[in-house]
């Protein structure tokens, strides 16, 4: 444990039970009873009120007033890393609920669980458990090894060094070096199975930082039926806008990929592509091979 992290537990020991004997500390941080009393000079330097008391009674205690001072941390930004770590927990990430209830501790600050949020969908498990084996290896700097399905079907072995977790239009998605393509992929969670710890080390000079996922994008014009418009709304950000009596003309930028036609068929009759022809093409290709299943 570093010092910065033994700070931390000595100042929350001390808020949870008042008061603690030095060799009580020494003895749960695996250091010397000398180091403790180094580190309550440090805190009580910092502007933390805790002193050290002799007699029988004695040990190390923390004023009764004590709240963190607002050079470390104000009341305002006490809130925004509690809600923050409570979100992060409502994700099914349940190892960050202990953090909270010790910082809301420390905080002296009454937590109330408001938000609740479920990403696993109908029908399945969620991916609780590949989040958490995957947020285990990065922090232990270990590669992780599994069983990928690609879009066609294909099963394929995987070792990849994490790098980042992504959650992009109901999915999450695993941003990591693959070794075996030597290079950056994007997998989705639902597609990866059999997902255990590797024995070899995340290189990190092969993680990108700032990695974000990029997507080609097609300029698109369709209309679309006024009562269908709304899930064009909740669905499509930046879009241009005519409406008409019985349709709405919309114009934008959007992903390229098999996703867009998908969407775009799940409106039936309800919609009509007018730009670009290549896109009006795989569309009426659909159709065929949609007709020929059931006509």
């Known amino acids: 444990m570093n010092n910065l992290s033994r700070l931390f537990y000595i100042m929350h020991y001390l808020t949870m039970h ?9 003895e749960q941080l695996e250091v010397s009873t000398r180091t403790i009393y180094r580190d309550i000079d440090t805190l009580s330097a910092l502007g933390f009120p805790v002193y050290a008391q002799s007699g029988r009674d004695g040990g190390l205690r923390l004023l009764d007033t004590h709240h963190l001072p607002a050079t470390f941390v104000d009341d305002e930004e006490q809130d925004q890393i509690i809600l923050a770590l409570q979100n992060l927990a409502a994700t099914n990430l349940k190892s960050v609920t202990p953090l909270v209830n010790k910082l809301s501790s420390l905080f002296k600050k009454e937590v109330e669980q408001w938000i609740d949020i479920d990403f696993s969908t109908w029908g399945r498990e969620d991916e609780a458990k590949v989040i958490g084996l995957i947020t285990q290896a990065k922090n232990q700097k270990k590669c992780i090894h599994f069983s990928y399905t690609n879009g066609k079907g294909q099963k394929t072995t995987r070792e990849a060094m994490p790098n980042k977790l992504i959650f992009k239009q109901n999915a999450w998605y695993l941003a990591g070096y693959c ?49 269908l418009f709304y899930r064009v709304q909740e669905d499509l950000p930046d879009i241009e806008i005519e409406q008409g009596t019985e349709y709405t003309k919309v114009k934008t930028w959007q992903p390229d990929g098999s996703w867009l036609t998908s969407y775009l068929l799940s409106f039936g009759a309800s919609i009509e592509v007018v730009k670009p022809i290549e896109l009006k093409e795989k569309l009426k290709e659909e159709i065929v091979k949609i007709n020929q299943i059931y006509f």
């Open 18 to 26: 008042n008061k603690a004997k030095a060799t009580i500390l020494a």
């Open 179 to 227: 070794c075996a393509r030597k290079t950056t992929r994007l997998f989705k969670l639902r597609r990866m199975t059999e997902v255990i710890i590797s024995a070899n080390d995340i290189d990190e000079a092969y993680l990108i930082k700032d990695y974000q996922p990029k997507f080609s994008k097609i300029y698109i014009e369709f209309k679309i039926k006024n009562d």
